[in-house]
């Protein structure tokens, strides 16, 4: 299966890097094609430009992000692996979305509603760390899931969209912090 890899933490020797490592190596293991976008690694810009935010709805408006639209586009699965910050994305893993998730990439809007251009997406996996705990989570709704998976679901039409989350990240002891990896590996492995 092609699976595209994008990891969003600032620090290579984070607790998020070892999620990634086990990641990347279950991914060898069942030999799927893999291509991992480290947006920190890559210097990606999130900045929308004056001139991209005036082409947002253009049909031709991916010139300044071809290259990462066609990771999109080749890819049949999709694995996002990053901290939450202040209830969202970091702000770099926000920017990808804003910058490359474009109008004439992933729907057609129209009076009809919306028509999902990302249909080549068959399974979406999204590994997140937070401080918060899982019942101060559940207590607001937990924003940063809905966000991303009915957003996701809208322009993919993908049935098959997980959420693994580490909850407490600061407070926890070391042999949770491994628990936590034991289950990332089993859910690639069963991926």
Same mark, same amino acid.
């Given at each position: 299966?092609?699976?595209? *890899?994008?990891?969003?933490?600032?620090?290579?020797?984070?607790?998020?890097?070892?999620?990634?490592?086990?990641?990347?190596?279950?991914?060898?293991?069942?030999?799927?094609?893999?291509?991992? $976008?480290?947006?920190?690694?890559?210097?990606? !810009?999130?900045?929308?430009?004056?001139? !991209?935010? %005036?082409?947002?709805?253009? %049909?031709?408006?991916?010139?300044?992000? !071809?290259?990462?639209?066609?990771?999109?586009?080749?890819?049949?699965?999709?694995?996002? +692996?990053?901290?939450?910050?202040?209830?969202?994305?970091?702000?770099?893993?926000?920017?990808?979305?804003?910058? *490359?998730?474009?109008?004439?990439?992933?729907?057609?809007?129209?009076?009809?509603?919306?028509?999902?251009?990302?249909?080549?997406?068959?399974?979406? $996996?999204? +590994?997140?760390?937070?401080?918060?705990?899982?019942?101060?989570?559940?207590?607001?709704?937990? &924003? &940063?899931?809905?966000?991303?998976?009915?957003?996701?679901?809208? *322009?993919?039409?993908?049935?098959?969209?997980?959420?693994?989350?580490?909850?407490?990240?600061?407070? +926890?002891?070391? &042999?949770?912090?491994?628990?936590?990896?034991?289950? *990332? %590996?089993?859910?690639?492995?069963?991926?």
């Amino acid at each position: 299966m092609k699976t595209l *890899v994008v990891f969003a933490h600032p620090v290579p020797e984070s607790y998020n890097a070892s999620i990634l490592q086990v990641v990347s190596d279950e991914l060898r293991a069942k030999s799927f094609e893999v291509q991992t $976008l480290d947006l920190y690694q890559e210097n990606f !810009e999130p900045r929308m430009s004056t001139a !991209e935010r %005036r082409t947002y709805k253009d %049909r031709d408006n991916t010139t300044t992000v !071809e290259k990462y639209v066609h990771q999109l586009q080749w890819a049949e699965a999709l694995i996002m +692996i990053y901290p939450t910050w202040w209830m969202g994305p970091p702000a770099i893993l926000k920017g990808w979305l804003d910058r *490359v998730w474009l109008p004439s990439v992933v729907a057609d809007f129209g009076p009809d509603g919306v028509k999902p251009k990302l249909t080549n997406l068959k399974k979406i $996996l999204i +590994i997140t760390t937070q401080g918060a705990s899982r019942w101060r989570m559940a207590l607001i709704g937990n &924003p &940063p899931r809905k966000m991303m998976k009915l957003s996701l679901k809208a *322009v993919t039409q993908c049935r098959d969209i997980d959420w693994l989350t580490l909850y407490r990240m600061d407070k +926890i002891a070391k &042999p949770r912090l491994s628990q936590f990896l034991d289950r *990332v %590996r089993q859910k690639i492995k069963h991926f």
